[in-house]
């Protein structure tokens, strides 16, 4: 009984640890979900980014890059959607991308207005991915910090700087009468490029002083540096925008967005590759604790059922008969038998 016991709190230890570890696997596999399906969305940022400066500078626009970045999301979508909650929203969004290409060639502020409205629901999707992945309630310093930046600061930057490159196209249609309406609208777009750039710098250092792999560094931030290079230099391309001087020349504005672009789209796909590594990494290391527990528990088991085992053959032991009268053997019984029968007379006439 005591043995039995000491068995019920090892049993009600291992079914914690057990639980607890089966609770950690499953938010690391749902947050890699949330990264895969966060690489898809990037293609689309892209795609829809060169598609707007294009359409809003009058340029063909490539709809099979735009198609091919659809195709993609959604194949990852009907898989992952359910599990995290975004098929609604993604099939709303795609309506509204697939709706671009209905929009007049000649309206510039209609395009403008509708890919925004299109990039705005993008950027809300990245959130709802964050949220419904568990991504944003990541315990590790290291891993929050490389989703924050992939997934909120990026993306902003990306679009925030198409934004930019278009207005000062649209800008430079406008009358002289709007010029310090439009230098203002310039001005504020551009702080909207460089303040997430820099929140993005910032996550980045954060996570690499707070991460224990050793490459995480090397990997990351060379390529940060090419993107706070492209992001300077869209933004020395832009000039003063003091109201004096004239306006930037759209060519060299879409260079460096397209330099600013390429740059981002690389670094994304690092810090990804980064955080599903060391996601990975932490699923191996619960799995090493699996079999550690479970290897600790058949332990406990085997110790307990010795000395039950040792009691049981003791009590045994005890119970087999070990003296009383003694009891001859069958065929040494019947013939003692027998000699008694033919001498008993002999012995009862004396």
Request: hydrophobic share 45%; net charge negative; glycine share 8%.
């Amino acid at each position: 009984m005591l043995v039995f016991a000491l068995l019920i709190p090892v049993g009600v230890l291992f079914g914690q640890a057990w639980q607890g570890q089966s609770d950690r696997l499953s938010f690391a596999a749902k947050e890699r979900h949330g990264i895969e399906y966060l690489t898809t969305l990037g293609q689309v940022t892209t795609a829809l980014t060169d598609a707007q400066s294009a359409a809003v500078a009058g340029r063909q626009v490539d709809r099979a890059a735009v198609t091919r970045a659809v195709d993609a999301t959604t194949a990852v979508d009907d898989r992952l959607g359910e599990d995290l909650r975004t098929s609604e929203r993604w099939s709303g969004l795609r309506v509204k991308i697939e709706a671009l290409a209905s929009v007049p060639p000649g309206d510039r502020g209609r395009i403008y207005d509708a890919y925004g409205e299109v990039t705005d629901l993008l950027l809300a999707l990245y959130g709802k991915v964050r949220e419904n992945s568990q991504l944003i309630r990541d315990p590790e310093a290291d891993t929050y910090f490389l989703q924050d930046g992939a997934a909120e600061e990026l993306p902003e930057s990306v679009v925030a700087a198409g934004r930019f490159a278009d207005l000062v196209v649209l800008a430079a249609r406008r009358p002289a009468s709007e010029r310090a309406a439009a230098i203002s609208d310039l001005n504020a777009a551009r702080s909207g490029v460089l303040d997430p750039a820099a929140d993005l710098a910032d996550d980045l250092q954060s996570a690499v002083d707070s991460t224990e792999s050793r490459t995480l560094g090397g990997n990351l931030l060379s390529r940060l540096d090419r993107f706070r290079r492209s992001m300077d230099g869209l933004a020395a391309s832009a000039g003063s925008l003091d109201g004096r001087s004239s306006l930037p020349p759209t060519d060299r504005l879409n260079s460096a967005r397209v330099e600013m672009q390429a740059a981002a789209s690389e670094l994304s796909n690092s810090i990804l590759a980064e955080l599903d590594v060391l996601i990975a990494d932490r699923q191996s290391s619960v799995r090493g604790e699996r079999v550690i527990s479970l290897a600790a528990f058949a332990l406990a088991v085997l110790g307990c059922a010795v000395p039950i085992l040792l009691a049981l053959a003791r009590r045994r032991r005890r119970r087999r008969p070990f003296g009383g009268p003694h009891r001859p053997a069958p065929a040494r019984a019947a013939a003692q038998e027998r000699n008694e029968s033919e001498w008993e007379p002999v012995g009862a006439a004396r």
